[in-house]
């Protein structure tokens, strides 16, 4: 069986779990466990608890996953934004399930005019969980404060022009290729809204291992299946 790959008991216990709670097929349960997703939950630098006080603890377990891994979309570390956009729209229930369970699709190059200015979000997400809108803003190429006072206006647009008030505060996801932990840090702490920043790679795992993972029209055809037979894990 899949699970027993693992020689460590808590985290076969951990994979069947959330297996069976987002109803992974095999092939995305193996995709999660090549993957290390378990070290990977949770890790990436963000502001979650300070800004939202009494859930960001949770939030982040659920959205502050480091790093993102795109291997599924066929790009190089050369790829610049648009193409990341592009990839990602072609393979959204794929994307989705990279960013974490509860995920659905808004929109890309989302357009808010404010007030005769127009500006345009990468990819507008909401995480049905928490109710809430998430924007995602990817940057190629390594880390820079700024680019957090671009997110942090977009999440305090999103809140004030689409936000409804029976739904949680917008939280701001910053997708890099590389990041300086300290920079990130300060930069953090200078925001305003709920941020986190994650790093993303094409190819994190060793050739050998990448031999084995699914095909991306394999991962595709599992997301689409109900539920993961239980007898199956």
Known sequence: MLLNKLNDQELRRWYAS???GHGWSVAVLEHQILTSLH??????PN?????LPGEGTDLARAVAKDPLIFDFLGLTEEAQEHAMEEAMTLRMAQTL????PGFAFVGRQHHLDVDGDDFYIDLLLYHVPSDRYVVVELKAGKFKPEHLGQ????????NDMLR??????TVGILACGSKNERTVRYALDGSSQPLTVMSYTYEALPANEQATLPSPEAITAALEQDHTDASEL
């Open 18 to 20: 959330k297996a069976v």
């Open 47 to 51: 502001n979650l608890e300070a800004r």
């Open 151 to 158: 997110l942090n206006f977009y999440a305090a647009a999103v």
């Open 164 to 169: 409804l008030p029976r739904q949680a505060p």
């Open 97 to 100: 399930t990279e960013f974490g």
């Open 39 to 44: 070290s990977r939950t949770g890790s990436a």
